[in-house]
Structure formats: C-alpha cells, structure tokens
C-alpha cells in the first residue's frame, strides 16, 4: 500500500510512538501494566474534558456510536429529551432514543449553521428533563457554543448530555466549569489514539441516576462499568467484558504525549492548522460549509458548487492524501470533509492543500 497522509475526521493523522505502543503482546486485562494504562487512561480522559476527580471516569470498549447509547443508562421511562442536532450525527440520537421508552423533540438546523440558543431557550419552556447535543458536527464542521447553551439550559433540566467525539483533544473543554453532566468523545479521533475506545466523564449528578431501574442494554449499562473503573483507578484489576488491551495501552500513551504538549497548547495548535487550511481552500474558490463563528479546530466541511466531491476525494487519495467524503443527505456529493485533529501539524495541512489544488484546477 502507498503511504499516504489521513486527513480524514477520525481517524486521522497518527503518531508512531501511540501506534506502537498498541502492540503488547502476552499483556492481559488482569495484569499489572493494563491496569496501570486504564488507570492513566481514565486520568487522562478527565484531563482532556477538564473536569477534577468530582466526575467519574469510563473508558469503554466500543465505539462513540455505543458511548452514545451507553447514555440510556442514565435515563428515566417517560422522561422528556430535547436533542438540538447540527447534523447527521445528531441526528443519530432518534436511533438510540426511538427504541427507548421517553419522549424526545429535535431541533435541526441547516447543513452549515447551528440551532441557536434562542431556539433551545424558547423550546425549554415546553418542559424537558434532559438536554442533548453535539459540540462538533463531524458531518458539518460545526461547533456549539457549549458554554453558552449550557447557561440557558443548567436550571431547566436534569441532565445535560454533550457528544464531543469530534471536538475532545482538538477544542478547549471545560465540562465542570460549564456544568454539563455527561461528556464523552472516542479515542480515535483528535485525542489521537487508536480506534476502539470511546470515553466519557459522569458529574456525581448523572451518576445518582444509575442508582434506578436501568433501560439500558447490558453491554452498554455503565452501572455493570462502573465498579471494573473504580477498581481501576485504585489499582485493582476487574473483569465485566474483555477490554481491547492494545487500544487501551495506546490510549495510555496518547494521554502522556497530549500531557507533555499541555492542552492549551494542542487547542492552539489545531486552532493553526485549521486557519491554513480554510484559508488554503477558499483561496482556491471553494467555500467552508460551517457559518463564520461556527467553525471548528478539527473538521472542515468543503462545499462545492456542482457534484463531484467523490471523485476529489477518489483522486487526492491516489495522490497520497486521504479526505472523507461527505454524508449530509442534504448535500449527496456536494461536499466533502477535510479532518485536521490528533496529531496533525501545519506541514500536513500545506501538503493536503497541495493535492486539493492540483486536484479542483
């Protein structure tokens, strides 16, 4: 296989000591290193959503899709659930929550723009238990003002749920400071690991709830989770399911490297490479999907003027850069997604807009 560079949304461009550190063989999940790993891991996934040791902390085996499901373990029957979606993976939550016994309402905004607070303000007076919604898109590129929905909507629901699966790692998170219940994110995305993993942080709120009656499935119930964690941390191997020990292990030392960096030095750095990369493609006549002020450090949503955004992404991949097509239903083949996150640096962006360049003339 050519090498060529991942540009794409998750995973993305990797870093060779994570890589490798994934290979360890004759390592168990009952054994000391991966119960040191775990134990670093969970630390470190507080670190990157910026909450102390008041949130518990789970690294779970399975995908962002399965930690959002794994959400249901916090949910009540006959609860009312906004959701404010900004794209197709928001709107993945009506999967999840139709097969649940609660009743939901979406907010949808246009490919490119964000529910605005105003409407989320207004909509909360028709009374609602739990609040969910996406810090950044992956279909769009679009990043929510957390912070600031999250004032408007503290005081007038139970629970408030964030899916930073493409914002974690790559944009500043401040979870506790913004009050919001439940984060989560997976590890093959701007945090930079392998695939496999996603990870999530409870307030002691959201962890009350796991004292009722679970709706959950049972793979996905974080209370059969939580005490294989708790152990974790305090150096005590467990066992509920057979955790993916390599993805683990490299998760592990992805946490160190993005320590070692700091993390208001990695946001800076992605905050970087995203501008070059914006301002490479409109250089080039094509337009950023995602609102001025909506746009993230990690996904850029390219928009093109006709269809053909396959067949860029088809010929930038036989020149040695891979993007990621673009699956907003509204825009079949109108776009595609440029992902900048993990480990990217600004010699990736320049050499992808290289190849977008030779490709679009």
Not at 72 to 93: H, I, M
Not at 170 to 178: I, P, Q, R, T
Not at 239 to 259: E, H, K, Q
Not at 349 to 356: E, K, T, Y
Request: contains cysteine; glycine residues 10%.
């Amino acid at each position: 296989m050519a090498r060529r560079t991942l540009m794409h949304v998750g995973p993305s461009v990797g870093n060779l000591d994570v890589q490798i550190s994934s290979v360890v063989p004759d390592v168990g999940f009952a054994s000391p290193e991966f119960v040191g790993w775990m134990a670093n891991a969970l630390e470190g996934a507080r670190y990157v959503m910026g909450v102390s040791r008041n949130y518990s902390s789970f690294v779970l085996p399975y995908s962002g899709t399965g930690a959002m499901e794994s959400v249901t373990s916090l949910l009540r029957k006959g609860e009312r659930v906004l959701v404010a979606s900004n794209g197709v993976f928001g709107d993945r939550w009506e999967g999840i929550l139709s097969r649940y016994p609660v009743r939901y309402k979406f907010l949808r905004s246009e490919p490119g723009k964000a529910v605005s607070v105003q409407e989320i303000d207004r909509e909360l007076q028709n009374g609602y238990d739990v609040f969910i919604t996406t810090h950044v898109e992956t279909s769009t590129g679009v990043r929510m003002p957390i912070e600031e929905v999250s004032k408007v909507v503290r005081d007038r629901v139970s629970l408030i749920v964030v899916d930073g699966v493409a914002s974690v790692g790559g944009e500043a998170v401040s979870a506790e400071d913004w009050k919001v219940d439940v984060f989560f994110t997976a590890s093959q995305k701007a945090v930079g690991a392998q695939p496999g993993t996603s990870l999530m942080v409870c307030s002691g709120r959201a962890m009350e709830r796991l004292g009722g009656e679970s709706m959950a499935p049972f793979y996905l119930d974080l209370r059969n989770w939580k005490p294989i964690m708790d152990g974790m941390e305090t150096g005590i191997g467990g066992y509920f399911a057979t955790p993916p020990v390599g993805a683990v292990a490299s998760l592990s030392r992805a946490m160190d490297l993005i320590r070692n960096e700091g993390m208001k030095e990695r946001v800076r750095r992605h905050e970087r490479v995203a501008s070059i990369i914006r301002e490479g493609v409109e250089e080039m006549g094509l337009r950023v999907l995602a609102e001025e002020g909506l746009r993230s450090n990690t996904v850029t949503a390219v928009l093109l003027d006709r269809e053909g955004a396959g067949e860029i992404v088809k010929r930038s991949m036989e020149l040695g850069i891979e993007f990621a097509t673009g699956p907003h239903p509204a825009l079949r083949d109108r776009y595609f997604r440029i992902g900048h996150m993990g480990w990217v640096q600004e010699k990736d962006a320049f050499a992808a807009l290289s190849v977008l360049r030779r490709v679009v003339s």
